[in-house]
């Protein structure tokens, strides 16, 4: 009996943190990969202006910039008109930088995959093996949301206070260099992405996550009005 308890215990634990890390990393990569978004950022913020470019080749490098982050494209050597003239769009230490911010990618999308699999096996081993499924499944989904939301909550909190500061630690955590410390006049990257452009997309992606958090808490609060009889 207390193995069987200790296994669901772990088992249930590690679906609720699997859960939280499906549902965040896929709100990353929907967001980061919407074409539309960058069309309406740039419209709002002026890159193209800014830049010197017209807004058609400013897609295009940003399709570009996509397809290289999603292992679609080998390079970023690739030339656009600026300001009248053809030249290199991104400068050296931008390419440094996106090999280290594609690595993150590919393994935010590897992390996303096992959380699936792992999540859709437990989902149906769960309802499988069992007793009172209905019951204790709602409760796993109102753990997740109990998880999830706090350190969330505090992120959003604390972003909304100063996104500079905590935005330059996850600079910090993540990356092992100081390739990400971009100079206007040189790269391009910080010309197309400025600080407004990331804290509107973390705020974003805050918002989708919260979002489908809720929901989970609803549908668990829904389950328990049709819990039956036996426990796990």
Same mark, same amino acid.
């Given at each position: 009996?207390?193995? !069987? ?7 249930? =634990? ?7 890390? $499906? $549902? ?10 919407? !074409? ?15 830049? &010197? ?6 897609? =295009?490098?940003?399709?570009? $910039? ?6 679609? !494209? ?18 050296? @230490? ?13 393994? &935010?999308?590897?992390? @996303?995959?096992? =959380?699936?699999?792992?999540?859709? &096996?437990? /989902? ?9 499924? @209905?019951? &204790? ?50 790269? !391009? ?6 600080? /407004? ?6 705020? @974003? ?18 389950? $328990? ?8």
């Amino acid at each position: 009996m207390i193995v !069987r308890r200790a296994f669901w215990f772990i088992t249930s =634990a590690a679906f609720v943190v699997m859960l939280i890390l $499906l $549902l965040l990393f896929t709100d990353v990569q929907l967001i980061a990969f919407d !074409r539309e978004y960058y069309d309406n950022q740039y419209e709002k913020y002026q890159i193209s202006q800014s830049i &010197g470019i017209s807004k058609p080749d400013l897609m =295009a490098a940003t399709e570009n $910039l996509l397809d290289y982050i999603d292992e679609k !494209r080998e390079d970023l050597d690739f030339q656009m008109t600026i300001k009248g003239v053809q030249q290199e769009f991104f400068s050296p @230490r931008d390419k440094q930088h996106m090999i280290d911010v594609k690595n993150l990618f590919v393994q &935010g999308k590897l992390i @996303r995959n096992i =959380a699936f699999v792992y999540c859709v &096996g437990f /989902a149906a081993f769960y309802f499988f093996i069992a007793k009172n499924r @209905r019951e &204790g499944f709602s409760k796993l989904l109102i753990y997740t949301f109990i998880g999830g939301i706090i350190p969330i909550l505090l992120l959003g909190i604390l972003m909304s206070i100063d996104f500079y500061k905590y935005f330059t630690i996850f600079h910090e955590i993540f990356f092992d260099n100081d390739l990400w410390q971009l100079e206007p006049a040189k790269d !391009r990257l910080i010309n197309m992405f400025p600080e /407004a452009f990331f804290s509107d997309i973390a705020f @974003r992606t805050v918002f989708y996550y919260i979002s489908e958090l809720v929901l989970l808490l609803v549908l668990g609060i829904f389950g $328990l009005k049709y819990k039956g009889r036996n426990t796990i």
